[in-house]
């Protein structure tokens, strides 16, 4: 039986992890060659970004190749310049309707990581470009440069709700594309529950966008099965409020005038626009 916040405990075995002795000579190269070509002009977001945890994730992310590391830095680099991320917030959501997106941080896991959990049903906003401006919001906010703590999140995505609206690859493509070109290496597991058979086709189209890598930490699990898969990654706090929205996303009644944003938990961004997104 696993404790209710045990995953402190483990902290500081998984974060061992981020930063290998084989793997300092590497990140050493690449901060050189990237610190160097910014030299006199890194901004204090760039100087925040650019850390240890930052190095080793582009390094992993190319297979400690330096030279593909660097190209894919450098491009994120000028991404963050044009986008402003770490100042972002997800505008649909915030300013003009609170029910645009469901996906919210609703806690940590075992190990630490933040845990999101979203549903199909009750959204009203499918734009790619607003969706995609809600994931950076989510993943910009979610972690800090702090070595000890976890680096990676869990998704638990549930399909309920899921239909031919949202069968369109372009909002999964862009998507993809921000978690692989932005965010490397942060993904720690998806749990994809109860999907239709109609998303079959879609993911055979969004999985030739993603490496064996990533794949293997996608996870599809029936609603009759996810007992075990949440006991294996979850406190029994957590569980509850997870069977807690699921019973939710599947109850029209409830979901009608439900505010899933009163459910979100360190550290979800909203946290920080309570009052907009509560009211």
């Not at 703590?149 to 993809?176: C, E, H, M, N, T």
Request: one cysteine or more.
């Amino acid at each position: 039986k696993r404790e209710v916040g045990g995953w402190r405990r483990r902290v500081l075995e998984v974060m061992a992890l981020v930063l290998k002795d084989e793997e300092r000579p590497k990140v050493e190269a690449l901060r050189a060659r990237v610190e160097g070509e910014l030299a006199g002009s890194m901004s204090a977001e760039q100087r925040e970004f650019l850390n240890d945890i930052t190095y080793t994730r582009f390094l992993r992310a190319r297979g400690m190749n330096v030279d593909k590391a660097h190209s894919m830095l450098s491009a994120s680099l000028a991404w963050r310049e044009k986008e402003s991320p770490a100042s972002l917030v997800c505008q649909a959501c915030v300013r003009r309707n609170r029910r645009s997106h469901t996906m919210r941080c609703i806690g940590r896991d075992f190990q630490g990581r933040p845990v999101f959990y979203s549903h199909f049903t009750g959204v009203e906003n499918r734009d790619p470009d607003e969706n995609a401006q809600h994931l950076v919001w989510m993943l910009e906010n979610c972690f800090t440069n702090d070595p000890s703590l976890p680096q990676q999140y869990v998704w638990v995505v549930d399909f309920v709700g899921f239909g031919r609206q949202d069968l369109s690859p372009a909002i999964g493509k862009k998507s993809l594309q921000i978690f692989s070109d932005q965010y490397p290496e942060r993904l720690g597991k998806v749990v994809i529950l109860d999907s239709p058979l109609v998303f079959s086709g879609l993911w055979r189209i969004l999985s030739a966008f993603i490496d064996s890598h990533t794949n293997s930490k996608v996870h599809f699990v029936s609603l009759s099965s996810r007992k075990p898969v949440f006991e294996e990654l979850f406190d029994a706090e957590l569980i509850e409020l997870l069977e807690s929205e699921i019973s939710d996303a599947r109850n029209p009644e409830v979901l009608r005038d439900k505010n899933w944003w009163a459910s979100a938990k360190e550290p979800c961004p909203s946290r920080k626009h309570a009052e907009l997104l509560q009211s």
